[in-house]
């Protein structure tokens, strides 16, 4: 089974903190993705990333940046918090990027900036 | 611009009486029509993926069906356990591996 982690499933972080969720996935994935989910709004993508050290703007990525140093690993950075990203933030991750690839999420992360 | 749009935005369910959810897309060209299903607190879990129209697939009492315009998701005698919140999502021939989603249709099935 695909299995994407992400690390932390509930954070509470003060407006203007650099706010780091991590995510891993076990099955050497090119592809990763993060979105965020509101209500009313659905799932957003922010940034998603088709190979190691290579990244690719969303449609919201204003306020955050990613890091992917190493193929099975996808970090989503805050730089300065604010309470209107307070969010449920999913990561997921596709073996490739052909017609029937599946896209896989992990449990989500919870953030609450106050 | 790739959209989609899933109606009802909520539905509530007696068990065991069948409904459908709806699924209308536009797209440039359609690579894929996604369905998930999403537990309350917990990422979205996948469920089928449709390619062209006419195309069926079923998974115990879920049958999702695509037509050019649409796809839906019928529910068939559909049992508390399948209370959640259901995503359809499209994946187009401009957009690389991304996927665009809907809002989410949530059913609630009652004893």
């Known amino acids: 089974d695909v299995k994407v982690t992400q690390s932390s499933r509930y954070l509470v972080k003060r407006t203007g903190e650099k706010v780091f969720l991590e995510c891993v996935q076990d099955?050497?994935?090119?592809?990763m993705f993060w979105y965020r989910q509101d209500p009313g709004l659905g799932l957003r993508l922010i940034y998603f990333?088709?190979?190691?050290?290579?990244?690719e703007k969303g449609d919201i990525p204003e306020g955050y940046s990613v890091s992917r140093e190493k193929k099975e690993r996808f970090s989503l950075i805050l730089e300065s918090a604010s309470t209107n990203q307070t969010s449920m933030y999913l990561c997921?991750?596709?073996?490739?990027?052909?017609?029937?690839?599946?896209?896989?999420f992990g449990e989500g992360s919870w953030l609450t900036v106050v | 611009e790739d959209q989609v749009t899933q109606s009802p935005e909520a539905l509530r369910l007696q068990e065991g009486e069948s409904s459908s959810l709806n699924c209308s897309y536009t797209?440039?060209?359609?690579?894929?029509l996604f369905w998930y299903r999403q537990d309350p607190g917990k990422g979205p879990e996948f469920l089928f993926t449709?390619?062209?129209a006419g195309e069926e697939k079923e998974k115990e009492r879920l049958k999702a069906t695509l037509t050019k315009k649409e796809s839906f998701l019928h529910i068939t005698a559909p049992k508390p356990e399948d209370s959640a919140t259901y995503l359809c999502?499209?994946?187009?021939?401009?957009?690389?591996?991304?996927?665009?989603f809907g809002a989410g249709t949530q059913v609630v099935v009652t004893p």
């Open positions: 797209v440039s060209g359609l690579r894929g």
């Open positions: 997921a991750s596709s073996l490739f990027s052909g017609a029937g690839n599946t896209i896989y």
């Open positions: 099955m050497d994935h090119e592809n």
């Open positions: 990333s088709y190979d190691v050290k290579m990244k």
């Open positions: 449709l390619y062209s």
């Open positions: 999502a499209v994946r187009s021939t401009d957009s690389w591996g991304k996927l665009q």
